[in-house]
């Protein structure tokens, strides 16, 4: 039985590594279906803006993120209790971290408009854990 249970987180998703070229997260399973299942966080690009942003309890702290449309952004995404991740609606933008790591993943939004940010670890968004990315002009 602890073979099979082995074999059923064992495996690696060929299709994750198809979008992300540096391959699965090492170790972590980020749950939430084929869009959150061992991706890594979204790259950082160089002199971006840190804001960073506390993961804990299916809540954001910030919950409300603004930045201007064009600008690169890394998030830091610190987790306190559980696995948790930062996807935002509309974007390629995705960062995870683990109960007590702390992860960068880059945002960079392009147009101006108000997006929703995730938690796609299975029932955390359905807990409550999203916020509001508003991206104002430059």
């Known amino acids: 039985m602890l073979g099979l249970a082995l074999t059923a987180c064992g495996g690696d998703d060929d299709t994750t590594s198809a979008?992300?070229?540096?391959?699965?997260?090492?170790?972590?399973?980020?749950?939430?279906?084929?869009?959150?299942?061992?991706?890594?966080?979204?790259?950082?690009?160089?002199?971006?803006r840190r804001i960073e942003v506390r993961a804990t309890s299916f809540s954001f702290d910030p919950d409300l993120i603004r930045v201007a449309a064009g600008e690169d952004v890394a998030i830091v995404l610190r987790s306190d209790d559980v696995l948790h991740d930062l996807t935002v609606a509309g974007l390629d933008v995705h960062v995870a971290a683990g109960r007590g790591e702390v992860a960068e993943g880059g945002l960079r939004a392009d147009e101006p408009g108000e997006y929703v940010f995730y938690c796609s670890v299975p029932g955390h968004r359905a807990a409550g854990m999203e916020g509001r990315l508003f991206v104002g002009t430059p």
């Open 19 to 48: 979008r992300h070229p540096m391959g699965p997260m090492s170790g972590d399973h980020m749950g939430g279906g084929p869009r959150g299942v061992h991706r890594r966080s979204t790259p950082v690009a160089e002199g971006a």
